[in-house]
């Protein structure tokens, strides 16, 4: 319990100290672009009757826009896709037949969404919260029709032709919720660390899934 009261009171003398020594920088009322690497942890999935699967870890990439409404709220929206293996268990259908097949394959994913961005303090450096929604399309690469050739015009290379494979995807609406800390390294650039955790809107048996993620941005104000 003494170790326990030590940390919190470093804390907050930690956090009476960086709000005593904010210099206000010039975030209100400005404009600001973030590219956004990100890791995307694996997880595990059971959807009944034996069948489930696993997504591995993968890293990913995004870009947002928003607005400082103030040197606390932001309003804006990003735009997030990554690629990850996964192995799926597929159970027999067939109630007197208790075996199962394993597939593996990649998994294709982007995720459009609007959030709100609160800056906790107004200064150079500040925890933040952030909330978010938007829709989260799968692409799971699995056939679900024969591929189709076709040839055509090209405006760039001319006469071609290719194939093209139908495959199993989906469009999910999707939540997010993240904390964080920002530090204002000037007037036009910043940086700022989240963790956040991603619910997914599947249905079915699937129901309603997550996914946690971590992400150090780089951020560009105007």
Not at 199 to 204: F, K, N, R, T, V
Request: proline share 4%; charged share 10%.
């Amino acid at each position: 319990m003494k170790s326990v009261l030590r940390i919190s009171a470093l804390v907050l003398a930690f956090y009476a100290a960086a709000a005593g020594a904010q210099n206000v920088p010039a975030r209100g009322g400005k404009w600001e672009f973030t590219l956004q690497p990100q890791y995307t942890h694996g997880k595990s999935f059971d959807t009944g009757h034996g069948s489930g699967g696993q997504t591995d870890s993968s890293l990913g990439f995004g870009f947002g826009v928003g607005y400082n409404l103030n040197n606390k709220f932001n309003i804006g929206g990003e735009f997030t896709w990554a690629t990850s293996s996964y192995v799926a268990t597929l159970a027999s259908a067939d109630t007197g037949n208790n075996t199962t097949s394993t597939l593996t394959g990649t998994l294709n994913t982007s995720t459009f969404r609007l959030n709100a961005t609160w800056n906790m303090l107004p200064g150079d450096f500040t925890p933040l919260a952030q909330v978010g929604i938007g829709s989260t399309y799968i692409n799971t690469n699995i056939p679900t029709a024969p591929p189709t050739s076709s040839c055509w015009w090209d405006p760039w290379w001319g006469y071609y032709c290719g194939t093209y494979q139908p495959t199993r995807t989906a469009y999910y609406v999707s939540y997010m919720a993240a904390l964080g800390v920002r530090w204002e390294i000037d007037r036009s650039i910043f940086v700022r660390a989240l963790a956040n955790r991603q619910w997914l809107q599947a249905g079915g048996s699937l129901g309603n899934t997550w996914f946690d993620q971590y992400r150090v941005d780089l951020g560009f104000k105007f």
